[in-house]
């Protein structure tokens, strides 16, 4: 491959991607207009060069960082956390922010969808198989939801995308909780149900 060539290929890139996320997006949630204006870069921290992180990439062999950036957690607990959220060719990493250290991997191949309203809000949730799913907030959830979808295309690996308004996951091995969004005058509630544990 030319010189040429790649650097074309690294230009085309974020258009591509902006064609497919307004095409999945546009008729399934209402957007803000700066959203579907936004340019799309990835690497947002450009913490390639930290040792610890290098490390572990190394270890658990990814060869490319696709997207990074600052997001918040909401945990079992329904407390915001604020982590960083590392995707790879190969795998999902929940980072501390400030040292970097994995508290979390997923492999791509794990991940069976992802969930988010039809609203305008930056909410959506990872599910993972035969674990418990990741409740996330970020304002550039569309770009993640299509990196997403492009690495595991690349594994040969389906994630199904679904909107609805009323939906559960499991914060937690054994407990269920239900995500209700609704439209205000104030803008989006979004309202978080304890369901019953799960019987063993």
Do not use: W
């Amino acid at each position: 491959m030319t010189t040429e060539t790649k650097k074309t290929q690294e230009t085309n890139q974020p258009q591509d991607r902006l064609v497919k996320i307004n095409k999945l997006f546009d008729q399934n949630k209402s957007r803000r207009r700066s959203s579907a204006m936004k340019e799309y870069h990835g690497n947002y921290l450009r913490i390639d060069n930290k040792k610890v992180v290098a490390n572990l990439l190394q270890k658990n062999n990814d060869s490319t960082i696709i997207f990074c950036d600052t997001v918040a957690k909401i945990n079992k607990r329904n407390k915001v956390q604020e982590r960083v959220l590392l995707v790879t060719d190969q795998n999902v990493y929940n980072l501390n922010p400030s040292s970097y250290q994995s508290l979390r991997k997923i492999p791509l191949i794990k991940i069976t969808s992802i969930t988010l309203s039809c609203f305008e809000d930056n909410f959506f949730v990872l599910g993972v198989e035969k674990e418990y799913d990741y409740l996330i907030v970020s304002s550039r959830k569309t770009e993640i939801v299509c990196c997403l979808l492009e690495c595991c295309e690349k594994l040969n690996k389906k994630i199904d995308v679904q909107f609805t308004n009323n939906f559960n996951y499991r914060p937690s091995e054994g407990v269920v909780r239900e995500l209700r969004f609704r439209s205000t005058d104030e803008g989006v509630s979004t309202e978080v149900y304890q369901k019953k544990k799960k019987k063993n």
